[in-house]
């Protein structure tokens, strides 16, 4: 690694540590600095809410209905599993349904495409993106499409298969696209990050956006904690509680999925194993492993959406082998992306993720179904 990776890493990583602390700042600190660039972008983004609020900044509609999954938080709260659970109940309720996500860092971010048709996928993780390459993968029937510009990729959605329905991936706040269901997921654990916005914090919006949300949804609710209460403010408005049910997925080198697929976690509890990840939260995907009983030697943690090179799986391996380990972990969005970079020494658990419900599963649908047939507007 080059010295100047090297000291953006360490920049990164201590952003990441001040973003996850609520202690107060200290004087002429980083964190000061971090926390007055918080006060200007809080400023900046109510003031965008407010132009496109008032329609002073222009918002196209498409001619179908549109549900968004979006957080207010930076980093991962569950989006890509919810966006997939709410496609396939929508689609369940008998509405033709199309998935649009922006494609973050893929190659077809800024023309758009298509990338699966439901039945037939066109491209891979390095063209489509990480998350759509996933939701494609998992969606039969659904097509996906991406694309940064929100209301073209919908209009070719439209012109390739006019959807009764279409579900965005990650847009609370693309305000370009109006939406006539707002979903908003909060992490349970941390539901609005250390309170601070970015980047001093998580929050990618002042507390007032969450006024534009129809309904929010609490995910990685453990079984034995209290629910959350929402806002005061929020309380005519429904709320649901989720959790996330883990799937493990072996992979023997160099076939890919072994044809078992699923394992049982319970047959990998205690073999010593080395964890690596790119996400926005790794230490949330580490210590669930280790909650779960697996016993962890090594952790390897990279950026969100890391692009891995050869240096990077050199880097995982070596630190398998030094740490006698048994077995890699990681999680199935990182592993579509490293799957076929080289022969694997050791197995490899990929970490998938589906939707549970605390008895909310019944009312979540009958909530969609309603919304869907008349439009709901927040008051």
Not at 39 to 67: F, N, Q
Not at 73 to 98: D, E, H, N, W
Not at 133 to 138: D, H, N
Not at 191 to 196: D, F, M, V, W, Y
Request: charged fraction near 20%; proline fraction near 7%.
């Amino acid at each position: 690694m080059s010295r100047l990776k090297i000291v953006a890493e360490r920049i990164r990583r201590r952003i990441e540590s001040i973003a996850k602390d609520d202690g107060p700042s200290a004087p002429l600190g980083i964190e000061t600095g971090l926390q007055v660039l918080s006060i200007l972008y809080g400023a900046v983004m109510a003031i965008r809410a407010r132009l496109y609020e008032t329609g002073r900044l222009p918002s196209r509609s498409l001619p179908c209905r549109v549900v968004s999954v979006g957080n207010i938080t930076a980093g991962g709260t569950g989006k890509t599993p919810m966006t997939i659970f709410v496609a396939q109940t929508i689609s369940g309720l008998g509405y033709r349904v199309v998935v649009i996500s922006r494609g973050y860092k893929g190659r077809m971010e800024h023309s758009g495409g298509v990338v699966s048709d439901g039945r037939t996928l066109f491209h891979g993780p390095e063209a489509a993106g990480d998350e759509p390459y996933l939701m494609a993968t998992a969606l039969t029937g659904i097509p996906v499409v991406v694309g940064g510009d929100r209301y073209q990729a919908g209009m070719l959605a439209m012109q390739r298969f006019a959807p009764d329905v279409i579900v965005l991936d990650d847009a609370f706040q693309h305000l370009r696209l109006r939406r006539d269901i707002d979903l908003v997921l909060l992490d349970h654990h941390a539901p609005l990050g250390n309170g601070h916005l970015l980047p001093r914090g998580r929050l990618r919006e002042p507390l007032s956006a969450l006024g534009r949300a129809h309904a929010l949804i609490f995910t990685r609710c453990p079984p034995d904690a209290p629910f959350l209460r929402p806002p005061p403010w929020f309380r005519n408005r429904p709320v649901f509680y989720t959790f996330h049910v883990p799937v493990f997925k072996v992979t023997r080198p160099p076939d890919g999925f072994s044809p078992e697929g699923m394992v049982k976690f319970s047959s990998l509890q205690g073999k010593p194993a080395v964890a690596f990840s790119g996400l926005a939260d790794n230490d949330q995907f580490f210590d669930s492993l280790e909650q779960s009983g697996c016993r962890l030697v090594h952790r390897v943690a990279f950026g969100d959406h890391h692009r891995y090179g050869a240096d990077d799986i050199d880097r995982v391996v070596r630190q398998a082998v030094a740490s006698s380990a048994d077995l890699l972990i990681t999680t199935l969005k990182d592993w579509v992306k490293i799957q076929h970079q080289q022969h694997w020494p050791l197995p490899i658990i990929a970490v998938d993720v589906r939707i549970g419900w605390h008895a909310d599963s019944g009312r979540f649908d009958n909530f969609l179904s309603t919304a869907l047939a008349s439009t709901v507007t927040p008051s």
